[in-house]
């Protein structure tokens, strides 16, 4: 009885060094406000909407109707940053909010590096040759609608020691073009600074 009892007395408290250490994580709420040397998640947030209310307001888009929209594919979006960026989620954040205008349509059976495209719509159109399937429900050659817009862009930063510190400046250009003019019709950019102890970045 003494000895379970001198076990207990001895595991007790190292079951709670144990439990101290042991990883923990919590969620993180929306209004939370966190600050890090890389783009983070309401970097990108504010930036795109800036940018979403720049072509909103831009005279090409405030002259476009909504009965004659037209057809966006997303181009080449570089990342030259030290971070892992996904474009496309940036990409498509202003893509979706000029969809919900109604003067613009993105295609998904085009794109570069900065979207992706929907293998399923070339996939479909090999049904025609396939006797298995009836070819009255098959896609009719000449039905995919060309993309007349393209939106491209770039991420760059510049990197700058001063002292201990270490400034970080972030660059974000974003542009639409009219495919068969190559005409620039839309572009904004937009910068982010950080600075922090240049020992942690």
């Not at 144990?18 to 600050?35: L, R, W, Y």
Request: charged share 25%.
């Amino acid at each position: 009885m003494y000895k379970n009892r001198f076990l207990y007395a001895l595991l007790l408290p190292l079951s709670f060094i144990i439990h101290g250490c042991t990883p923990s994580a919590s969620n993180v709420e929306m209004d939370a406000k966190f600050v890090t040397m890389g783009l983070d998640y309401d970097n990108l947030k504010n930036i795109m909407n800036a940018m979403v209310q720049s072509l909103m307001q831009d005279p090409y888009v405030q002259n476009l109707k909504t009965s004659e929209p037209k057809i966006l594919a997303i181009s080449d979006i570089i990342n030259d940053t030290t971070q892992k960026i996904d474009v496309e989620l940036l990409a498509r954040e202003l893509a979706r909010a000029m969809r919900k205008s109604g003067k613009f349509r993105l295609t998904m059976a085009i794109s570069r590096s900065g979207g992706s495209t929907d293998n399923m719509i070339k996939d479909a159109r090999a049904l025609r040759d396939d006797k298995e399937y009836n070819q009255y429900t098959t896609t009719e050659a000449g039905s995919l609608s060309a993309p007349s817009l393209s939106l491209s862009g770039k991420i760059s930063q510049s990197i700058h020691r001063i002292g201990k510190r270490k400034k970080v400046d972030y660059f974000i250009i974003l542009t639409l073009t009219d495919i068969k003019s190559g005409e620039v019709i839309w572009d904004d950019q937009r910068e982010v600074s950080k600075m922090g102890d240049a020992q942690i970045w």
